[in-house]
T-cell receptor
Framework: DTGVSQNPRHKITKRGQNVTFRCDPISEHNRLYWYRQTLGQGPEFLTY????????KSRLLSDRFSAERPKGSFSTLEIQRTEQGDSAMYLC????????????FGPGTRLTVL | SQQGEEDPQALSIQEGENATMNCSYKTSINNLQWYRQNSGRGLVHLIL?????REKHSGRLRVTLDTSKKSSSLLITASRAADTASYFC??????FGRGTSLIVHP
């Protein structure tokens, strides 16, 4: 399967713990996006990379969230000191320039904070 | 924010009927995209319409764009039970609205 992959698919953690998610985009897709989605809502934009450069970051994103894409391939999203309100599905998407932005989404990582 | 807002929030129809969903947005756009999300296949990109286009077709999907009214519509013709999903419009980065939940009854 050559689609966008995300790991882990599910994560349960206790409040206050740090968690890290990984996204592997489609090969050669230089654009990578992170979104968060809660039940009944649309995906909420978190951040966007073009190659290794983080070009946009939502103002809604607190300092507890950080994302990296060090070699312009896979990306990681870390949440420090998790809170119950962080419980959500975290989605990753990728695309090529000149094609629809966020054209291909991964299956997501479901985070539950107890 | 260039976030779109879909209307209606929920739509229930019988198989074979047409389904129309609307999207309104607030600022000027270069393009507008529609996505579908269901439990089986996750979030899938359906169609992109550019700001200089007024209508676009893809299979049973028809999308219109009226930049003067800052609105778009998605029409699904001859709906099938498999079309049951949430449909989102997105603009800009893209940023998404809350979506329209479509249920197609067999």
């Amino acid at each position: 399967d050559t689609g966008v992959s995300q790991n882990p698919r599910h994560k349960i953690t206790k409040r206050g713990q740090n968690v890290t998610f990984r996204c592997d985009p489609i090969s050669e897709h230089n654009r990578l996006y992170w979104y968060r989605q809660t039940l009944g809502q649309g995906p909420e934009f978190l951040t966007y990379f073009q190659n290794e450069a983080q070009l946009e970051k939502s103002r809604l994103l607190s300092d507890r969230f950080s994302a990296e894409r060090p070699k312009g391939s896979f990306s990681t999203l870390e949440i420090q000191r998790t809170e119950q309100g962080d419980s959500a599905m975290y989605l990753c998407a990728s695309s090529l320039p000149g094609t629809p932005s966020a054209g291909y989404f991964g299956p997501g990582t479901r985070l539950t904070v107890l | 924010s260039q976030q779109g807002e879909e209307d209606p929030q929920a739509l229930s129809i019988q198989e074979g009927e047409n389904a129309t969903m609307n999207c309104s947005y607030k600022t000027s756009i270069n393009n507008l995209q529609w996505y579908r999300q269901n439990s089986g296949r996750g979030l899938v990109h359906l169609i992109l319409i550019r700001s200089n286009e007024r209508e676009k077709h893809s299979g049973r999907l028809r999308v219109t764009l009226d930049t003067s009214k800052k609105s778009s519509s998605l029409l699904i013709t001859a709906s099938r039970a498999a079309d049951t999903a949430s449909y989102f419009c997105a603009t800009g980065i893209p940023t998404f609205g809350r979506g329209t939940s479509l249920i197609v009854h067999p």
